[in-house]
């Protein structure tokens, strides 16, 4: 029984390895509503956005860029729309927004801002 169960998991280990890797969508995003011109955004992206994915809240909440122009929902139609920008939406795994940032504080405060976002989002 030992060699068939060992048979068994090479042969799951064939079948992932066969079709290859799967991609996962994130337990929770940040929504990020901006549009061209804003200066604000820009002063994100030269700021925060290029350390965001290594960042403690960048692995617990990936961020999605959505263009206002497009989209002022960024998806998900039970969340008020974006009138600002940027507006920075904590999303959920459920789908649903538990906090929202109009505005970009700047480096010093975006982090301590969002904080309480992301607490909502750890398990208790």
């Not at 700021?47 to 403690?56: G, H, N, R, V």
């Not at 600002?84 to 929202?100: K, L, Q, S």
């Not at 975006?110 to 309480?116: L, N, R």
């Amino acid at each position: 029984m030992g060699l068939i169960v060992t048979v068994s998991r090479f042969a799951k280990i064939a079948v992932i390895c066969a079709v290859g890797p799967i991609s996962l969508s994130p337990a929770a995003e940040l929504l990020m509503f901006e549009q061209d011109g804003c200066p604000y955004c820009a002063k994100f992206d030269a700021e925060i956005a290029p350390e965001y994915p290594q960042s403690e809240a960048g692995k617990i909440a990936p961020l999605k860029r959505v263009d206002i122009a497009d989209d002022r929902r960024g998806g998900y139609e039970d969340i008020a729309p974006a009138v600002f920008t940027p507006t920075f939406v904590m999303m959920n795994d459920a789908g649903e927004e538990v906090g929202r940032l109009k505005g970009y504080p700047g480096r010093r405060y975006f982090y301590s801002e969002i904080e309480p976002m992301l607490d909502k989002l750890k398990p208790k």
